[in-house]
């Protein structure tokens, strides 16, 4: 009697071809992309926009380099979207900008989450999206707006 011996089937990640839009059809696109961040209400379309329009596209790869920018580091930040959402969880960020479409985006990694950011430059919005590293399909969507620090205003009184 012999034992058959088991083969285990290791399922490897084969990245897609990369689109071929020029540097105009991704600007058109930039423009719808850039009214949904501001007025779609289901994240998910914005998120699924952002992927299907610029993910895998080769100008937006060629264009994009890293990007130090304050601001979008600071959203990313432990003291903010996602350190108070994901309280203790470290996140790898992987940040760019593309000039050329005015686009900061990037990826976001921990041991048990991997999402996506974006936003457009000058603009006081931007979108994130987190789901879980497991077989769930959870997907957390987050709209932000960035409000300068001195545009609070006072109701007076003392401290």
Known sequence: MTTASKRVRVQTFYPSPLGEAS???????????????????????V?????????NEDLVHRFSRPT?????????GDDCILGLR??????????????????F????????HIGCAFQFEGDTKGVIAVS????????D???Y?????????SRGGRA
């Open 23 to 45: 540097l105009e059809e991704l600007q058109r696109r930039s423009v719808a992309l850039r009214r949904a961040i501001l007025h779609e209400r289901e994240l998910k379309n």
């Open 47 to 55: 998120v699924d926009a952002f992927h299907d329009g610029f993910a």
């Open 68 to 76: 130090e920018d304050p601001t979008f580091h600071a959203l990313l």
């Open 86 to 103: 994901y309280r203790g969880e470290v996140f790898e960020k992987k940040l760019f900008h593309c000039p050329e479409l005015r686009l």
């Open 105 to 112: 985006h990037g990826c976001l990694l921990s041991t048990r």
């Open 132 to 139: 879980t590293l497991s077989a769930s399909a959870m997907v």
């Open 141 to 143: 969507y987050f709209r």
């Open 145 to 153: 707006s960035i409000v300068p620090a001195n545009s609070f205003s």
